[in-house]
């Protein structure tokens, strides 16, 4: 079946560090992929999302790129703010089912000043 | 623009007691309609969907039903809470058909 896999947190950073937070996939067909965010006490935010093979999706510095060859979706920044503590979401959705997501289990992201 | 309200915010009930959580949008007519549950240390998992009044479908078997009385108007309830029914829950619809899910502020029901 279909099925989102994150790297497992909490992750700690310091601030201005790198960050890499890993999401894989199973899937058959080309769903499309979305990460969101989760900022503590709120809802989720579609945070950037890409919809075929070899797209990179960005937003406020963050990027992901679809890989469907290593079918990877991983998350990434090249400088965290102590503004970007969350949790962050991986989701696919299969080709033409709306709004049926399927998301990873989370990855809370801690950055320390 | 889209806005999603639900409420309560929070919620504290006794095992055994009813449950109502309430969900309207606003800013778009006949929208797909979504109930997500995120449990404590886990993900979100889809519960339920509505692509039109009166019409509700349900994708994991549980303790929780859905009903869309009104367009705009998606509710969650239960007859009887089980702890396990403890988490928050998130009602999302489509910005666009097909497009992103956009989220409420969601709901945090703990079951004592």
């Known amino acids: 079946g279909n099925s989102v896999t994150q790297m497992e947190g909490p992750v700690t950073l310091s601030e201005e560090a790198f960050l890499t937070i890993n999401c894989t996939y199973t899937?058959?067909?080309?769903?499309?992929l979305f990460w969101y965010v989760q900022y503590p006490g709120e809802g989720l935010q579609l945070l950037l999302k890409?919809?075929?093979?070899?797209d990179k999706g960005s937003n406020k510095g963050f990027e992901a790129t679809y890989r469907k060859e290593t079918t990877s979706f991983h998350l990434e920044k090249g400088s965290v703010q102590v503004s970007d503590s969350a949790v962050y979401f991986c989701a696919l959705r299969k080709y033409n089912q709306g709004g049926k997501l399927i998301f990873g289990q989370g990855t809370e992201l801690s950055v320390k000043p | 623009s889209q806005t999603i309200h639900q409420w309560p915010a929070t919620l504290v009930q006794p095992v055994g007691s009813p449950l109502s959580l309430e969900c309207t949008v606003e800013?778009?007519?006949?929208?797909?309609l979504y109930w997500y549950r995120q449990a404590a240390g886990r993900g979100l998992q889809l519960l339920f969907y509505?692509?039109?009044?009166?019409?509700i479908s349900s994708e994991v078997p549980q303790n929780l039903s859905a009903s869309r009385p009104q367009d705009r108007q998606f509710i969650l309830s239960s007859k009887k809470l089980l702890l396990s029914d403890s988490g928050f829950y998130l009602c999302?619809?489509?910005?666009?058909?097909?497009?992103?899910?956009?989220f409420g502020e969601g709901s945090r029901l703990t079951v004592l």
């Open positions: 999302a619809c489509p910005r666009q058909e097909y497009g992103e899910l956009f």
């Open positions: 509505s692509v039109g009044i009166g019409q």
């Open positions: 890409a919809t075929k093979a070899d």
């Open positions: 800013g778009t007519s006949n929208p797909n």
């Open positions: 899937a058959t067909g080309y769903p499309s």
